[in-house]
């Protein structure tokens, strides 16, 4: 009997050994699962910042501009249209050859002058647009260098390469030390990355653009897609009788929310651009796709959210002689309102990063201008990004960047109102 005893007992501790054994070994892949998750998070992060991090900063160039009636206005009968289209760049070589006054020849004074951006030329047309007076007088102005100087000042052109193999030229090199020498190049804050709109040239290019395409778009978005999802959430969850019709829609609306973004394009493209003449590239379109493409993700969240709501609550109103709707609306949607509102910014941050059916309806066009309303043509951060990572120069890289950066503060900034809405919600009941 006693030996039958410790044998049981010699098997069971055996049996809780490898029980325990089990269970750390378990614990040990789930610990590793989220070091190697956070791993690649940080890889990401790290990435991103060390590549990105230099966009908010430029090159500037200090020049001293001479707005010379000669070179601009050499009949002295000039209207402002003829000033508008001057050669201001004219004032750039000038200003240039006399920091250097030993460059001589076309080539040489091409090479100089391509040490500074040409949006200097445009900076000195706006000003003398503003103020008339300044013709005839001399001003210092702190302009754009070029990107290749930029790419210079920030380490990523070496320069210990033949000069056959780099973007900047032996002379140019001496000329960029001199006027480094001197305090007129150095790095500056880059606020025209956050204020302007996309642009040829990368040291011209900013996000302002595409941020304001993005705001209008997931504006319209959320306008039309957060009032009629939830309708449909409470009609289908309390109203709705069950029968095959209401279990056809719920079907269909689950695998709507499987169906690929691309194909929502194809359906923006085909109904709301070639049947109802919509324009092209505008956030109105781009909000009518992503409302299509985000109330299937907002319907099942909020019907979800619906059903958690105890059924105490409804019949209790019910039983104070409460309507339906009124049970709805004054008891069971506040208590529901912050499991939709998670949905919603579910939903929403799908809409924010799509890409594929914004190219389908436009999306993808050059757009320099700031749009100044839900028609006019616009981009938005995602096309941006995708735009800028397939240009050829190596300053977009950084830019490239520098976006998804700004994309994913955006995120952030909207995740961080929706959890502030749904804790308000949750204070009052």
């Known amino acids: 009997m006693n030996r039958s005893v410790a044998e049981t007992r ?3 501790e055996k049996s809780l050994k490898r029980r325990r054994w089990a269970e750390l070994r378990f614990k040990t892949y789930g610990l590793c699962a989220v070091l190697l998750g956070l791993s690649f998070v940080v890889l990401l992060f790290g990435s991103l910042i060390a590549q990105g991090w230099s966009a908010f900063r430029q090159a500037y160039v200090v020049i001293e501009v001479h707005y010379d009636p000669a070179v601009l206005n050499p009949e002295g009968t000039a209207t402002a249209d003829d000033l508008a289209v001057a050669d201001y760049a004219a004032l750039v070589r000038t200003s240039l050859k006399t920091r250097f006054p030993d460059v001589e020849g076309r080539a040489a004074t091409k090479q100089l002058a391509a040490l500074v951006s040409n949006s200097a030329a445009q900076t000195m047309q706006k000003r003398l647009a503003e103020d008339p007076k300044r013709m005839g007088q001399r001003e210092t102005l702190r302009v754009l260098a070029s990107d290749k ?3 210079l000042l920030k380490g990523r052109i070496d320069r210990t390469v033949p000069e056959a193999d780099r973007a900047v030229s032996d002379q140019q090199l001496a000329w960029i030390d001199a006027l480094v020498k001197d305090g007129s190049l150095s790095l500056a804050f880059n606020k025209g990355f956050f204020t302007q709109g996309d642009s040829r040239e990368p040291e011209q290019a900013g996000v ?3 941020v304001v395409g993005t705001l209008y778009t997931l504006a319209m978005t ?3 897609s957060f009032p009629i999802a939830v309708a449909a959430a409470i009609y289908l969850e309390e109203f709705a009788r069950r029968n095959r019709w209401t279990d056809l829609i719920e079907v269909n609306i689950n695998n709507l929310a499987a169906v690929p973004s691309i194909v929502f394009g194809l359906l923006g493209l085909a109904v709301f651009l070639n049947i109802f003449g919509m324009p092209r590239s505008a956030p109105l379109v781009g909000g009518l796709v992503l409302t299509l493409l985000t109330l299937p993700t907002i319907i099942i969240a909020s019907r979800a959210a619906l059903k958690a709501v105890p059924p105490s609550i409804r019949e209790a109103a019910l039983g104070m002689g409460a309507s339906k709707v009124q049970m709805v609306t004054h008891h069971v949607l506040p208590l529901a ?6 949905g919603t910014i579910i939903g929403m941050a799908r ?3 799509e890409t594929a059916p914004l190219l389908m309806i436009g999306m993808v066009a050059f757009i320099v201008d700031v749009p100044k309303g839900l028609t006019d043509p616009a981009t938005v ?3 941006q ?4 990572a397939d240009s050829p120069e190596r300053a977009f890289i950084e830019r490239t960047s520098a976006a998804i950066l700004v994309l994913l503060l955006f995120l952030v900034v909207m995740n961080a109102t929706a959890v502030i809405l749904r804790n308000r919600f949750e204070r009052r009941w």
């Open 10 to 12: 010699e098997r069971v």
């Open 149 to 151: 100087v930029d790419q």
């Open 208 to 210: 302002w653009g595409a």
């Open 222 to 224: 959320l306008a039309l």
């Open 337 to 342: 309102m912050p499991g939709i509102l998670t």
């Open 351 to 353: 809409a924010l990063g």
């Open 381 to 383: 951060l995602p096309v």
């Open 385 to 388: 990004i995708f735009l800028w």
